[in-house]
Structure formats: C-alpha cells, structure tokens
C-alpha cells in the first residue's frame, strides 16, 4: 500500500518562500496524476495543483503564477514550490492522488504558516 510522507513546511514571511516535498512508498507511483492539496482551520481540504505522467500541471487560480509542481519519478517525490507566499496560504498541505476514488492514505501533511 502506498505511504505517504510530506515535509518542508515551516514560518515563513509574506512574501516569502518555501519547498514541500512528499515521497511516496511503492514502486508504482509513476503511472499516477499525483496532487498537492492545503487544509486551512474551519474550511474544507482544497486542491492546489496536480500533475499527471507527462509533467503536465494545473493550479487552482488561487496559486496560479506563485505555486510550481514537479515530480522526480525515480525519487517516488512530489515537489511544490511556493513563491510570494500570503497569510491566507496558511494550512497543512497534504499529497495524495488527484483522483478522490483513488486516494491513498492520508499522510501526516506538513504545516506552512505564513505570517509577520
């Protein structure tokens, strides 16, 4: 069964940078459409960005132009780095599968907070 581990997250300024990284157990990560979602206190887990097989990516308007998805397929690792970072970016982000029916367990998430 794929496991989940993500990290990189931290304090950060407005404006500010950070890179999470999530590595995935088994040795079939590659053949998914793998995503990063965010959960803020009181709202609802949020897509934020998702790339399939080819390293082709979308980005929830929100994000898009500051948030940058990758993946290292030989790495079994997901990437996401975020640029100009807001207070409102503020959640724990999680990976997973883009696809609810095919979510794997949920990780631990890794916390970001963005704040002066």
């Known amino acids: 069964q794929v496991q989940l581990v993500e990290s990189g997250g931290g304090l950060v300024q407005p404006g500010g940078s950070l890179r999470l990284s999530c590595t995935a157990s088994g040795s079939v990560f590659m053949i998914y459409t793998m995503a990063w979602y965010r959960q803020a206190p009181g709202k609802e887990r949020e897509l934020v960005a998702q790339i399939d097989t080819r390293r082709s990516a979308n980005y929830a308007d929100s994000v898009k132009g500051r948030f940058t998805i990758s993946r290292d397929n030989a790495m079994n690792t997901v990437y996401l780095q975020m640029n100009s970072l807001k207070p409102e970016d503020t959640a724990v982000y999680y990976c997973?599968?883009?696809?609810?029916?095919?979510?794997?367990?949920w990780g631990q998430g890794t916390q970001v907070t963005v704040s002066s």
């Open positions: 997973n599968n883009a696809w609810p029916s095919e979510w794997f367990p």
